[in-house]
């Protein structure tokens, strides 16, 4: 019984340590952000969802897919952005299919996952305008071709995505021309870059 109360007690302080460490400012390639560490992950549950599909050409589908994702196990009290937060993700990913019966198959669906923009709670608009999403979806393709034709891997393996940090600088000037006003470039919101 008394190991039982120990347990609970130091789970407890352990999910206070993991919501303090959450919301505290971190640092990755000169930006701030808050919420999950770089290198951590998350487990969810799908609900049975919804998906759908049309073709479009011999080898083109465009779909759809609705479903409420549940963690799996709680998230330490304290942690995480207030109810009604929204995110926009763009996700690139292969999805591998074995037919089973004529009503059947297995699905895997292996890929990477960015962050577009964010909503947060008490807000009506994005943290960013559409077109800035669309040139930070232009810049996140741009760089996966990059990366796909410098090292052709298996094509079922998601692109390298090791984390290796920059070596850290510091903020640059950035000097107006004609006599405007010197300005410093400003960090990003840190929760724009922050985790679900």
């Given at each position: 019984?008394?190991?039982?109360?120990?347990?609970?007690?130091?789970?407890?302080?352990?999910?206070?340590?993991?919501?303090?460490?959450?919301?505290?400012?971190?640092?990755?390639?000169?930006?701030?952000?808050?919420?999950?560490?770089?290198?951590?992950?998350?487990?969810?549950?799908?609900?049975?969802?919804?998906?759908?599909?049309?073709?479009?050409?011999?080898?083109?589908?465009?779909?759809?897919?609705?479903?409420?994702?549940?963690?799996?196990?709680?998230?330490?009290?304290?942690?995480?952005?207030?109810?009604?937060?929204?995110?926009?993700w763009?996700?690139?990913?292969?999805?591998?299919?074995?037919?089973?019966?004529?009503?059947?198959y297995?699905?895997?669906?292996?890929?990477?996952?960015?962050?577009?923009?964010h909503?947060?709670?008490?807000?009506?608009?994005?943290?960013?305008s559409?077109?800035?999403q669309?040139?930070?979806?232009?810049?996140?393709?741009?760089?996966?071709?990059?990366?796909?034709?410098?090292?052709?891997?298996?094509?079922?393996?998601?692109?390298?995505?090791?984390?290796?940090?920059?070596?850290?600088?510091?903020?640059?000037?950035?000097?107006?021309?004609?006599?405007?006003?010197?300005?410093?470039?400003s960090?990003?919101?840190?929760?724009e870059?922050?985790?679900?």
């Open positions: 019984m008394a190991t039982t109360k120990k347990n609970k007690k130091q789970q407890k302080e352990a999910d206070k340590d993991l919501s303090k460490t959450y919301n505290e400012f971190k640092e990755f390639e000169g930006h701030q952000y808050t919420g999950m560490k770089i290198g951590r992950s998350h487990k969810w549950y799908y609900d049975q969802g919804e998906w759908k599909e049309t073709k479009v050409t011999p080898d083109l589908w465009t779909i759809s897919y609705a479903v409420t994702k549940r963690r799996a196990g709680k998230a330490p009290e304290g942690s995480g952005v207030p109810v009604g937060t929204e995110y926009h763009y996700i690139l990913a292969h999805q591998n299919v074995r037919k089973l019966d004529a009503n059947s297995t699905t895997t669906l292996t890929g990477l996952k960015y962050k577009l923009a909503k947060r709670a008490d807000k009506d608009k994005w943290n960013i559409e077109k800035a669309r040139k930070r979806l232009i810049k996140i393709l741009k760089d996966l071709i990059v990366q796909l034709e410098k090292a052709p891997a298996n094509l079922n393996e998601a692109p390298d995505t090791k984390v290796v940090p920059k070596p850290k600088s510091a903020p640059v000037k950035r000097t107006a021309v004609k006599g405007k006003k010197k300005t410093a470039r960090k990003k919101d840190p929760v870059m922050r985790n679900m």
